[in-house]
């Protein structure tokens, strides 16, 4: 019985115990099994249309940028598909580990506030899910016709598969982490960290960042590019002391 339902039985008698520190190593332990779980469910998942996945999604934005891939080593494409079904698992269930998240921090939010347990879940995933769209149909298409158009023309510009889905995969996963920033303000918020007046107060300091971050991750010195990238950094920046503003902690 995970200490989840043992605290339940205790409400349901009328009696009312503080978790110990061994209470709270035990739910993290059951979070962290449920959390395995569903990513274990999620790869399966993408594992049965590992094919559609990979021909008809990851391989898309090579296609369209007229990549040349090649596979250098033995039974290197069954490892890039085992490694593709892990990271389509863990997107798959990220719904499901935010959740396990948010129930493990519950015993130490008001009960006002554990009413927006689903409504959080439901806004961390979006955020995910748009940052994971956002490199998928921006960032890859501008990085992969840079890499494919940039050099001489006497040099033909072949990409080893593992290295093309080593970029495809760690840019979709960043940036649906970025677009957690938000989501950070809230933790860092509730916690008593972060204040809208500290990140009013570095405001110009943190576009200038973003600037140097979208100079960074966009190819080439294109500076529309670099724009189309730092332009939701600068919202969700936005959003992020919005949200940090609801949710400080009051002293």
């Known amino acids: ?4 339902e043992k605290n339940h039985s205790d409400k349901s008698s009328g009696q009312e115990i503080e978790m110990t520190f061994l209470d709270h190593l035990e739910e993290l ?26 021909d008809k999604v990851l391989l898309l934005p090579a296609r369209t940028s007229n990549l040349k891939l090649q596979n250098l080593r033995p039974f290197g494409q069954l490892f890039i598909y085992f490694q593709v079904a892990i990271i389509l698992g863990l997107i798959l269930s ?36 748009l ?19 940039f050099g001489s023309p006497m040099i033909e510009n072949n990409f080893s598969i593992d290295e093309y889905f080593s970029i495809i995969l760690s840019v979709i996963l960043g940036a649906g982490l970025v677009f957690e920033l938000p989501m950070l303000s809230f933790f860092l918020s509730k916690l008593g960290i972060l204040s809208p007046k500290i990140m009013r107060k570095y405001r110009r300091h943190s576009f200038v960042a973003i600037l140097i971050l979208a100079a960074i991750l966009t190819p080439g010195t294109d500076p529309v590019s670099q724009v189309i990238l730092a332009v939701p950094l600068v919202i969700l920046y936005e959003i992020s002391i919005l949200v940090s503003k609801i949710f400080q902690k009051k002293t």
């Open 94 to 129: 990220f719904p499901n580990v935010v959740y396990q998240l948010w129930k493990f921090i519950a015993p130490a939010l008001k009960e006002r506030e554990k009413k927006f347990i689903t409504a959080i879940v439901v806004f961390t995933t979006l955020c995910f899910l």
């Open 131 to 149: 940052g994971v769209a956002f490199a998928y149909f921006v960032m890859l298409p501008m990085a992969l016709s840079f890499a494919a158009q």
């Open 1 to 4: 019985m995970s200490t989840e």
């Open 29 to 54: 332990r059951w979070r962290i099994i449920y959390s395995l779980i569903g990513i274990a469910i999620g790869t399966i998942i993408a594992w049965i249309f590992i094919d559609f996945f990979v």
